[in-house]
């Protein structure tokens, strides 16, 4: 009987009997302990979204929880009593001590316990118990002169803990540089907290503290935090749900993916993701590095294979799935229409195909195929199968707290002009940009920053969701808002062109097999998207780092049996799309032949370019553009793509281009025709949707920091 059905039985018992809901809460309690203590994984997992007289609440905490539980307990085989979640009013300093107790502490084969704990909430300096020294604290849920907890006293809890195989997880900052709110961001710290008699420290000037933080050393077993304690963390609102950025990025690849053998891997692949490094001032980390380059991510490896999402419930002719496996990147792009494939136990029995209705945020509505109301049951896995997409999806861009409401009017009115993008709330909607002017603080921030010129200040311009500037974007001042819309259309396509094809991202699902690994001359790859079984973690975790201009490799490997056909595409620091591959100085005669079983290096190698003089191709090829987030794009499939090949040729005849990179001049109208030509005409829905096999299309991304 699972837990959920005996405690509604028990209340039932409970209310008969006349007994009141204190012998209820007791008996719940002992049950939960009993089971507890017979499981060999635990997890207690934290999450508070409100706090007492917090005016602007946290979004994301208690689905963070979420994302790991489900997580947990079908991709790690977790028991659901092995799991006990404390949120918002539930998770008091009390509550969490008696958890570390009474559900982690059980005595029964400890030393052969796996415990996951996690927090995701506010975190904060504190004034120390020295002179001048400052403690990190967690922010529990209580009035707030008793609610915090120190981090020393956190790691202490864990620390008394039978078993080494303990992975925590900090999703928070204590570092707190305002504003909070930043476009799409929230920070989870607040501002620090100084002795009573001490004069209070400006929350604008940090540092004042620094040089005496103190990060005390480790709890035992692994820890994985959001940031260091010098640095911000925060969470974002993805497509349709708020979750903290490491969160969300971190269970979701431990979903869609298969793991390596060893954590250090995957955790390098989700700090190395673009969400990532659009918020610059996030830096996660990963304590415990010799124990990760031994051991399984939570210490276990999943006992089934990489998935999109998994079955909760079953109602009558509907389903409802979990979607946490599917990159944000393509989530906002998914229609209803999209068919899911079970997992079923036996591989030679057929699986009739789920056919998303609807979907909100993470949780979709699905129907069998064929209108069977038959199911698999709770707990199936399910993979992306066909993935609807729109061909009409929009720019979303957002507003800048900073500007006046008579701007904002003029902005959004003359955005509207454009059928292809809208305006949109980043502290509701995912957005893919802000708009807004650079205020003096702004200048003031970016002037240590590599600027072709000076930014004017009242000037409009354009940023990342995370206010992070994109580069050359910055108008004049005195600009009107109709005209600085004009002015940045063709930018705003560019952004909007990216934003299509990262729909199509799907490399850890295709079974086209394509691995791509960056590398510098003489040196071993320091980068790859989708690493193989038994791959090793680069001395250097984190975001790639190349300097500008060095020689830098691309080496693509076809892993599957057909040829593919494609393109390798670079959205630079100014988030224009350039076309890297095939090259003009070939005429674009064919697209990019990846040949099965084969390679190739772009740019090839000087030994090749002997062999090979008219596929000479500068060695800076892929570091010779502005400092800043760059991202390598390739697109492939079994098909020739010879429509978008032939509107690349006219293209560039129409530019005079005849080297690479050669920069997109029609970025939606070119990115429509490669996107018609990856895709087919969805069966039923909307004109627009189309369907994405993943047979016969593959997309992978490359991201990396040019210095």
């Not at 509550?95 to 982690?104: I, K, R, Y």
């Not at 740019?603 to 370019?609: V, Y």
């Not at 949707?689 to 991304?701: E, G, I, K, N």
Request: proline share 9%; hydrophobic share 40%.
């Amino acid at each position: 009987m699972e837990r959920r059905s005996f405690l509604q039985k028990l209340l039932l018992a409970a209310a008969g009997l006349g007994l009141s809901p204190g012998w209820l809460t007791r008996q719940a309690r002992r049950y939960g302990q009993a089971l507890a203590a017979t499981s060999r994984k635990l997890a207690l997992l934290i999450g508070i979204n409100r706090y007492p007289g917090e005016g602007s609440p946290l979004q994301g905490c208690v689905t963070d929880v979420e994302l790991q539980r489900e997580l947990l307990l079908y991709r790690f085989g977790f028991e659901p009593a092995g799991i006990l979640a404390l949120t918002d009013g539930a998770a008091t300093p009390s509550a969490v001590q008696a958890a570390f107790a009474e559900h982690l502490g059980g005595p029964s084969q400890a030393a052969e316990k796996i415990v996951v704990v996690q927090f995701s909430g506010y975190g904060q300096w504190r004034a120390g118990s020295a002179p001048d020294q400052w403690q990190p604290a967690l922010l529990l849920s209580g009035s707030e002169s008793s609610a915090a907890m120190e981090l020393e006293r956190f790691f202490q809890l864990v620390q008394n803990l039978g078993t080494a195989q303990v992975t925590t997880i900090l999703d928070c900052g204590f570092t707190h540089i305002p504003p909070a709110l930043r476009g799409n961001l929230q920070l989870r710290s607040r501002p620090p907290v100084p002795p009573a008699a001490s004069k209070v420290l400006d929350p604008g000037q940090p540092s004042s503290a620094e040089g005496q933080q103190v990060w005390h050393p480790r709890p035992k077993g692994l820890l994985i935090a959001a940031t260091t304690p010098q640095d911000l963390a925060a969470e974002a609102a993805w497509p349709g749900f708020h979750a903290g950025v490491l969160t969300y990025l971190l269970t979701q690849y431990l979903w869609e993916t298969t793991p390596p053998a060893r954590l250090l891997v995957a955790f390098n692949q989700v700090v190395s993701r673009r969400e990532l490094g659009l918020f610059s001032c996030q830096h996660p980390t990963l304590e415990g590095k010799e124990i990760a380059r031994r051991v399984p991510p939570y210490f276990l490896t999943p006992s089934q294979t990489a998935a999109s999402g998994v079955i909760q419930e079953v109602r009558g002719s509907r389903a409802q799935v979990w979607l946490g496996g599917i990159p944000a990147a393509a989530l906002c792009g998914l229609q209803p229409g999209t068919l899911l494939a079970p997992f079923v136990a036996d591989p030679a029995a057929p699986a009739t195909p789920l056919l998303i209705r609807s979907r909100s945020g993470l949780l979709a509505q699905v129907q069998a195929v064929g209108g069977e109301d038959q199911f698999p049951p709770v707990g199936t896995l399910v993979r992306e199968q066909l993935r609807a997409l729109s061909s009409s999806l929009k720019l979303l861009v957002g507003l800048e707290d900073s500007l006046g409401r008579v701007e904002r009017v003029d902005l959004t009115n003359a955005i509207a002009g454009y059928s292809w993008m809208e305006t949109a709330n980043p502290r509701e909607r995912q957005v893919d940009c802000l708009l807004g002017r650079i205020t003096p603080e702004m200048a003031a921030a970016f002037q240590g920053d590599a600027l072709p010129k000076p930014l004017e200040v009242g000037s409009y311009s354009l940023f990342w969701p995370g206010r992070e500037l994109l580069l050359n974007s910055c108008g004049p001042a005195g600009e009107a808002a109709t005209t600085a819309v004009q002015r940045l259309a063709s930018r705003l396509a560019h952004l909007l062109a990216a934003k299509r094809l990262r729909t199509t991202l799907n490399a850890a699902i295709s079974p086209l097999g394509v691995v791509g690994e960056l590398s510098t001359r003489g040196k071993t790859p320091s980068w790859a998207a989708r690493p193989p079984q038994g791959a090793s973690a680069p001395a250097e975790l984190g975001m790639p780092r190349f300097l500008r201009g060095d020689p830098l490799y691309l080496t693509l490997r076809n892993e599957g049996e057909q040829d593919l056909f494609g393109y390798l595409l670079m959205v630079d620091s100014s988030g224009q799309l350039q076309l890297l591959a095939p090259v003009p100085q070939d005429n674009l005669a064919l697209p990019l032949r990846l040949e099965a079983k084969g390679s190739l290096t772009i740019p090839p190698p000087p030994e090749m370019a002997v062999r090979e003089p008219r596929s000479v191709l500068n060695p800076d090829l892929l570091t010779c553009h502005a400092q800043g987030l760059t991202e390598l794009l390739f697109v492939a499939s079994t098909r020739p793509l010879s429509a978008s090949l032939e509107a690349l040729k006219a293209m560039a005849r129409q530019q005079g281009v005849t080297r690479s990179p050669m920069l997109l001049s029609k970025p939606l109208e070119w990115t429509q025709i490669l996107f018609e030509e990856l895709t087919y005409r969805a069966e039923e829905g909307a004109p627009d949707l189309r369907w994405l096999d993943p047979a016969q299309s593959v997309t992978l991304s490359l991201t990396y920091l040019l210095v």
